[in-house]
């Protein structure tokens, strides 16, 4: 969801390599055959030489190569508001569900058809699924090819080609030279390591976000110092197993380290810390549009760089919804610890359960109230039966005992999927805009009707503000 550009919006953008820009757009030079990002160090070019396109793939399907030197596979990737067929399959492709799966089978995952697909993908960005797939391949393996010691064969696969010559074809197609020719420009990355960067646009509070996920950390799957996050995925809790850390990069970016990853696994994994980290949230248009509400301009102006973080997957982040429910963080986060050494006791490595272990294995003594443990095994047994979270309707939901509208609103909020979501019921959230005052479900969602399409962002803020102590009335004066 963003602010549509003006081709002089882009100009004065890309002029003053303003990072807020930062994947919006791209600069196609038609003298040179380059896109660049409008960070580019390089020297400008004139205007009449300039094209500008609104999606990497959009400028590769122009017959444009990528810049070396600003690097377009790094951009953050840009938010539109879009059909919930069409989001849905972008996510997907993101996260390389087409590498083995087909157009059809994806669309139909995400509740629609192929034709369908392709009618809205061609309409919204004037492109094909095929031609977006095609340049999330090459972008990933350009990336590898630059920042890893991975062989070129090795990175054909991770990014989703069948064979070496595959990839060989439709690179030299796509860039006119062999991608072992990059490799030679490129700066080597220390063998046995994979870092990758990931940029953001600024401002972004790193140290806010660690901050969040480390009062949240997970015994046996999480670990947060105070420059780092680390995530284990497969069970094993040390350097041996495989794991994610995510710390402060270089520029507007972090540097996500993996350990021990199957390289098929790369884009979803790269997807999922994307969304986790909320590295593609387009502060500008979130910014002007809450700042014009009394009542959050003063937390937005003292934090500019909060974002909206989120859970793992699905999954996980109900599971701390209903355990979370009417209890401190602090209490949840122990009792998830409990259950995922319960499972360790039970199956012989650490992890949450999945639907089928939950339902065998024994959830008392650690705890959870009897109301919680029914409303986990209600929850297994609908996934046991076909329930898809990511596709769920809020009326599915609703009908499981214990999940109400808090609940639901809590954990689309913390998807990651909805920008717009608003737990109204939550109590913190009441009390924040009137110190003192306690705003009833019904008056905070109609006040909170200003705020859209952004009232998850404005949660945040609000939440934020109230952890740290600092709340403002509608003066703008400072309460404790």
């Given at each position: 969801m963003s602010l549509v550009m003006t081709p002089e919006q882009c100009r004065v953008a890309r002029l003053a390599r303003d990072a807020r820009f930062d994947g919006r757009f791209f600069t196609g030079v038609l003298t040179t055959g380059i896109y660049c990002r409008p960070v580019c160090p390089a020297r400008a070019p004139l205007e009449h030489n300039v094209r500008y396109f609104f999606s990497a793939a959009a400028?590769?399907?122009?017959?444009?190569?990528?810049?070396?030197?600003?690097?377009?596979e790094l951009a953050p990737a840009e938010r539109q508001v879009l059909p919930p067929l069409l989001r849905r399959a972008l996510q997907g492709i993101e996260r390389g569900e087409l590498v083995d799966s087909s157009l059809e089978a994806l669309a139909q995952r995400c509740g629609g058809t192929a034709r369908t697909l392709r009618r809205q993908s061609e309409h919204y960005l004037g492109l094909a699924p095929l031609q977006l797939e095609q340049t999330r391949r090459l972008l990933l393996a350009r990336q590898l090819l630059i920042d890893s010691a991975l062989s070129v064969t090795e990175i054909a696969y991770a990014a989703g080609y069948g064979s070496l010559r595959r990839f060989n074809d439709v690179w030299l197609t796509a860039y006119g030279t062999p991608p072992s020719r990059l490799r030679r420009q490129a700066l080597r990355a220390p063998a046995g390591s994979l870092c990758l960067a990931l940029s953001y646009r600024p401002p972004y509070d790193f140290a806010e976000m660690l901050a969040f996920f480390r009062l949240r950390a997970i015994a046996g799957l999480e670990e947060v110092t105070t420059d780092s996050y680390r995530r284990y995925l497969d069970g094993n809790s040390g350097r041996e197993g495989a794991w994610l850390e995510v710390r402060a990069g270089t520029g507007a970016s972090l540097q996500l380290t993996l350990h021990g990853v199957a390289l098929r696994q790369l884009p979803a994994l790269l997807y999922r810390v994307r969304r986790m980290w909320d590295l593609d949230a387009d502060p500008q248009p979130i910014q002007a549009q809450l700042t014009a509400s009394p009542a959050l301009a003063p937390y937005i102006l003292a934090a500019p760089g909060l974002r909206l973080p989120s859970g793992w997957d699905h999954y996980e982040v109900l599971l701390r919804a209903i355990i979370g429910q009417q209890i401190s963080v602090k209490g949840a986060v122990t009792l998830l610890g409990r259950l995922v050494a319960r499972r360790r006791d039970c199956f012989g490595s650490l992890a949450l359960p999945d639907a089928a272990e939950l339902l065998s294995m024994p959830l008392d003594g650690l705890g959870l109230t009897g109301a919680r443990i029914r409303t986990?095994?209600?929850?297994?047994?609908?996934?046991?039966?076909?329930?898809?979270?990511?596709?769920?309707?809020?009326?599915?939901?609703?009908?499981?005992?214990?999940?109400g509208p808090w609940t639901l609103a809590y954990w689309r909020l913390r998807c990651g999927d909805d920008p717009d979501a608003f737990p109204a019921g939550d109590l913190v959230l009441q009390k924040a805009l009137l110190p003192q005052t306690r705003l009833s479900a019904a008056a905070l969602t109609a006040?909170?009707?200003?705020?859209?399409?952004?009232?998850?962002?404005?949660?945040?803020?609000?939440?934020?503000?109230a952890a740290s102590g600092r709340l403002f009335d509608f003066n703008h004066e400072v309460t404790s």
């Open positions: 400028a590769e399907q122009a017959g444009l190569r990528p810049c070396l030197r600003c690097r377009p986990l095994q209600a929850l297994a047994t609908a996934l046991q039966q076909g329930l898809v979270l990511a596709e769920a309707s809020d009326a599915q939901l609703l009908a499981l005992p214990g999940i006040y909170a009707e200003a705020w859209r399409p952004w009232r998850a962002y404005a949660a945040s803020w609000l939440w934020q503000a």
